[in-house]
């Protein structure tokens, strides 16, 4: 019995090392994510003050013409 509960141990031991590790990762990331998106705020509050200026203004600002309105605009 005492090999099987070592076993069973150290199988969960290394469960909660593998989940403490994903979680690091996952801080990481979304650590990443927030720096991004202020980022983007920092810019975009630039070109206009508020929200992402539209992609037909920026063309119709141009000069050039929207040829369609079923466009569809995609934010990455």
Same mark, same amino acid.
């Given at each position: ?7 069973? *141990?150290? *199988? ?18 979304? +650590? ?5 998106? +202020? ?20 063309? #119709? ?6 040829? +369609?309105?079923?466009?569809? #605009?995609? *934010?990455?």
């Amino acid at each position: 019995m005492n090999t099987e509960d070592n076993k069973e *141990l150290k *199988l969960l031991r290394s469960k909660v090392k593998y989940l403490e590790d994903r979680m690091k990762v996952m801080t990481m990331s979304i +650590g990443s994510i927030n720096n991004i998106l +202020g980022r983007f705020q920092m810019t975009e509050n630039r070109d206009m003050g508020q929200g992402f200026k539209d992609i037909e203004q920026q063309l #119709h600002d141009k000069g050039l013409a929207v040829v +369609g309105k079923d466009i569809d #605009h995609e *934010l990455i």
